[in-house]
């Protein structure tokens, strides 16, 4: 069973989200859950994204997330083996993927832009 969570529960949460534009989140941290498949329909996220220490998550998927005004980690995650980011084209800050030791498939946008370093390492797929 597969049990998706979407970034507009979690910004309900957090009360960032507006109806009139484009569906934006100051941070998005997602930490120590069991849950499967992460992913939504955010365009923007302004602030870090942090995916860290999960042990149930397989798949991140943000099909539609554009721009990220912060660092993204995605740490640690046990069973994570997909990371799809397929239109994010600029990152406001390094790129962390580590320590996934499932991890098989990563998918971010061609010419992304990142305004720091990525650091890739101990995962899987190397």
């Given amino acids: 069973m597969h049990l998706?969570?979407?970034l507009l529960l979690v910004l309900s949460l957090f009360s960032f989200y507006t109806q009139?534009?484009?569906?934006?989140a100051n941070q998005l941290r997602i930490q120590n859950k069991t849950i499967n498949e992460l992913g939504d329909s955010s365009v923007a996220i302004n602030g870090p994204i942090y995916i860290v220490?999960?042990?149930s998550v397989a798949t991140v998927n943000f099909p539609n997330l554009e721009y990220v005004n912060g660092p993204i980690y995605i740490v640690n995650n046990l069973k994570l083996t997909k990371?799809?980011?397929p239109k994010l084209k600029f990152v406001n800050g390094p790129i962390y993927v580590s320590y996934n030791s499932s991890l098989k498939v990563i998918n971010f946008y061609r010419d992304m832009y990142v305004n720091g370093p990525v650091y890739y390492y101990m995962n899987k797929n190397e």
């Fill in 83 to 85: 990371v799809y980011f």
């Fill in 53 to 55: 220490s999960n042990r």
């Fill in 20 to 24: 009139a534009e484009p569906l934006q």
């Fill in 4 to 6: 998706k969570i979407s």
